[in-house]
């Protein structure tokens, strides 16, 4: 999960239209009764020539670069998800029609990936640690909707005490998350914890990818260590420290592509640098390794 900022004064304007407020007010009146349309938060729109458009979902997919929100791996056909569930609520059947008002808010919307969104991973659960907001919020006689409440930061909602990690309301997820050389995600706070353990952040396959990714960078780091230690090696100390230069360019720079998968554990991997690129090696190595990284980092920052 990375951090994502979200333009909120360039809702596209699908999710402002007349048709998409009509919707919602039919649902505001009738929760539970009307079906809420998902051509409306995908943002479907009917051009001239005839073909349809998802605007929402185009908006979100650019956001996100094609990332799904939770996991980062790369997902070039998202689902548009509800950060709070616009439906039932998982194990809270006093709360039966979820957050329904929020169908259509800006805010509440990420791209998502099938399998972290999949019924027994984020589905509709929505934990939180204080006190459920079971009623939309609303302002002036007649009553009606009060949407600057229904952004996700809004007093009104936060008071709920979310424990999923939003990515676009975490200006530094390392403060919820670290990595491990297996490729496996830690939590360090409760919500850190919670996303991991529901979303199932720490499942095989992403454990896998993300293993791969620092596996290779290992070899790299393993082969330079050969070629310039060796018994009868040419290699010398300018040599390694050349190409030690090149490596740890290569991993802050993929670690700064926002477009690549997993971008929060490539950050992971300079950050820790001595975690993984040091400490992973026999002591006898350290010295070599630690003045040749640090020097490259120097040069680089």
Known sequence: ??????????????????????????IIANPGTVKINSKFYKGTVKLPDGTEVNTVWVALKELYLNKCAYCEALCHHPDVEHFRPKGTLFAHPRNTFGYYWLAFEWTNLVPACHECNKV???????????TRVTNYPSTGVPATLDHP????????LMHEGPLYVHP???????????????GAIVGLTSEGRRTIEDLQLDRDDLNGWRRQIYETYLDSFRDLLFRYRRQGSTKNSDWFMEEIYHLVFKIIFDGLDEKKDYTLFRKSLYRKIDYFFIDAFDPIFHNDLRTAIEAAIHQII
């Open 1 to 26: 999960m990375r951090a994502i900022t979200k333009d909120l004064n360039a809702v596209p304007p699908a999710l402002l239209s007349a048709d998409c407020m009509q919707h919602l007010n039919e």
């Open 168 to 182: 676009e309301y975490c200006a530094d997820p390392f403060t919820h998350f670290d990595f491990l050389r297996t």
């Open 120 to 130: 027994f991973r984020k589905g509709n659960k929505f934990p939180i640690q204080g």
């Open 149 to 156: 409440r229904n952004r996700f930061d809004s007093p009104y």
